[in-house]
């Protein structure tokens, strides 16, 4: 039996494989890499910024670093849902950027194998756009989400200028 040293980068890449941070919009349930979560942290004090899409709430100041957060309810064209004790903020390394997602409540990380992702049924742009794939775990379906394509370029330039 080999073991891996602290120092294997591929140990870590294999633990994260197949994983996904399962969270909620209303009674669907979505899923994200979990190799692009940094953390989850309980909704925080936003800051607007002028002129930027709706969906972008604003920023919040995470231990002095300045982060833009994004309601992906609002994102997906979803009616706005009032922030409670179980909205929570998925910050995600994205493009070698740190973004905030506003989401209805995390559930849990999944194990979620290629073999058990489909992809997603082909219609015209829409929510499918952000989708990489439908995942199956037990009797769980989730869409599990394309974090590059979360934010089309020009937005997260955008969001870039106003940190």
Known sequence: ???????????????????????????????IEIKHVIEIIGIQTITEVPELPDFVRGIINLRGKIIPVMDVRLRFKKPFLEYNDRTCIVVIEMRETSVGLIVDSVSEVLSVPAADIVPPPEAGGGLNRYIQGIGKSGTAVMLLLDCDKLLHDHEVERLLLAE
Do not use: C, P, R, V
Not at 13 to 30: C, H, I, M, R, V
């Open 1 to 31: 039996m080999t073991g891996h040293s602290a120092f294997d980068s591929s140990y870590e890449e294999d633990a994260q494989k197949d994983k996904f941070l399962t969270f909620s919009l209303g009674n669907e349930l979505y899923g």
